[in-house]
């Protein structure tokens, strides 16, 4: 198993694209990590 780095992200709003960002970095959260090579953690809003 790869172990990948943290890259801390956050969203400027909570609106329609926002809320769908948020669910896909959600749901997809491995294959997002293997494609930007690091493990996306949502810490503000």
């Known amino acids: 198993m790869i172990e ?3 890259l801390r ?6 609106g329609s694209v926002g809320t769908q960002v948020a669910r896909l970095m959600r749901e997809h ?13 949502l810490v503000g809003v």
């Open 29 to 41: 959260g491995d294959e997002l990590a293997q494609r930007v090579g690091a493990r996306l953690e």
């Open 9 to 14: 992200v956050a969203l400027l709003g909570c």
């Open 4 to 6: 990948y780095r943290n």
